[in-house]
């Protein structure tokens, strides 16, 4: 069974950081393009960081480039590091994957789509 679980949301001042985690079971992150996305309340999903599954390149979003970095590690997670958190990064985070997939941040493009954690940043 693939799942997609993203985690570490909450409520944070503007300023601060978070860590969200995505985790992956039934799948290996090894040859999926993994996509950060996001969605605030009366708005589209939107892409925010995507990164390729063949030469690692990042497409960050104008909103997010200087403050959030992706990462992974060997435990087939990955991670999205918001700093600097604005309160316009409010809104419900989600991690998807795209098999063979490249860093454009499609949303139509994605093949699995975890359930979404919130951020809420005060100001």
């Known amino acids: 069974d693939v799942q997609l679980q993203a985690s570490g949301g909450g409520l944070v001042q503007a300023g601060g950081s978070l860590r969200l985690s995505c985790a992956a079971s039934g799948f290996t992150f090894d040859d999926y393009a993994i996509g950060w996305f996001r969605q605030a309340p009366g708005k589209e999903r939107e892409g925010v960081l995507c990164i390729s599954s063949s030469d690692g390149s990042v497409y960050y979003a104008d909103s997010v480039k200087g403050r959030f970095i992706i990462s992974s590690d060997a435990a087939n997670v990955v991670y999205l590091q918001m700093n600097n958190l604005k309160p316009e990064d409010t809104a419900v985070y989600y991690c998807?994957?795209?098999?063979?997939?490249?860093?454009?941040?499609?949303?139509?493009?994605?093949?699995?789509w975890g359930k979404g954690t919130q951020v809420t940043v005060s100001s």
């Open positions: 998807a994957a795209d098999y063979l997939g490249g860093n454009s941040c499609a949303l139509e493009g994605m093949d699995y």
